[in-house]
């Protein structure tokens, strides 16, 4: 994708005089305000290969505050698609006015699709590929939360030479592109931890299909409850890191992984002297929606 990028820098975090261990955070949220972190990763050789075949038109899935949705309607806005997002929930029709994702997905120029939640499980099969085809003609199909195979090639760009130095890398999984990317290119001393998101060990069968290298494995005790799930501890936490560090934290994704990141610093999990890097994927946009919710249950907010 040809257009301003402000390249990824790690930033080291300070842990202490007398700290055991070197964590560094790769800033891939600083890549572009819309189309940032792993989405950017993921859709760049995408939207190539939509160019190459000259379509005009992307067509996607999400929910009703997903980053994906709102990273596809951007890149249609920046290099001219149009672009159809199939929305998981009829009842969202008449709220979108109320909804910050869809709303500047819409001001982006994306059109959606509402459909139930029972018709989005059937999302992948070829009769709801060939409906869609129906209505909308050609278009050129990324799948939900855009992992393919040309996503994979995007994301194993992310590593560099500089990185390593590293012993562990850690990020965040929801659909298994990004940890995918970075299995593919670690070096053989590194070992890539994936913190999923979501409740549940059915990732691993969805990465393995991607990843070529043994040395990884998913976290799976900081998802505090299931996806979008929260409480006022890890409110605080995300808090008090941006205070600490300057760096924000999405309570959807990242800011569970660095919860777990830091956990696990404090329980001794990684060996003395480690290094240890943190890839920070963006999703920054999910802070405004999740804070109107805390303010409904009178909770404090995320600054």
């Known amino acids: 994708m040809n257009f301003k990028v402000h390249l990824s820098e790690n930033q080291s975090l300070n842990l202490g005089h007398n700290a055991k261990h070197y964590l560094s955070v790769k800033r891939e949220d600083l890549i572009h305000p819309y189309i940032s972190g792993n989405k950017y990763r993921k859709l760049k050789y995408n939207v190539a290969q ?3 075949e000259r379509r005009s038109t992307l067509l996607t899935f999400g929910g009703a505050f997903s980053n994906h949705i709102a990273a596809v309607a951007a890149v249609g806005k920046e290099f001219g698609f149009e672009t159809i997002g199939v929305i998981r929930g009829e009842e969202l029709v008449d709220n979108i006015a109320n909804n910050p994702t869809l709303q500047f997905a819409k001001s982006c120029g994306m059109k959606f699709k509402f459909v139930t939640r029972e018709a989005y499980r059937n999302k992948i099969s070829e009769e709801f590929i060939q409906n869609l085809k129906s209505e909308y003609a050609d278009f050129y199909l990324i ?25 562990y890398i850690c990020c965040s999984v929801g659909t298994g592109g990004t940890i995918s990317g970075l299995i593919n290119t670690c070096r053989p001393h590194q070992q890539i931890l994936g913190f999923p998101a979501l409740k549940g060990d059915f990732l691993r069968e969805e990465i393995s299909k991607f990843a070529k290298n043994p040395n990884w494995q998913l976290i799976t005790d900081y998802h505090f409850g299931g996806y979008a799930k929260i409480n006022k501890e890890f409110i605080g936490f995300i808090n008090q890191f941006k205070s ?8 959807i994704y990242i800011g569970k992984m660095m ?3 830091m ?3 404090s329980k001794g999990y990684f060996p003395e002297a480690s290094k240890i890097l943190v890839i920070h994927t963006g999703g920054l946009q999910g802070i405004s929606r999740m804070n109107e919710l805390l303010k409904k249950k009178k909770w404090p907010l995320i600054s």
């Open 244 to 251: 600490d560090y300057n760096i924000p934290l999405d309570p």
């Open 263 to 265: 956990d696990l610093l």
């Open 50 to 52: 939509a160019k190459e």
């Open 259 to 261: 919860y777990g990141v």
């Open 143 to 167: 799948p939900e939360g855009g992992t393919n195979d040309l996503a994979i090639k995007g994301c194993e760009e992310i590593l560099l030479e500089e990185d390593s130095k590293f012993d």
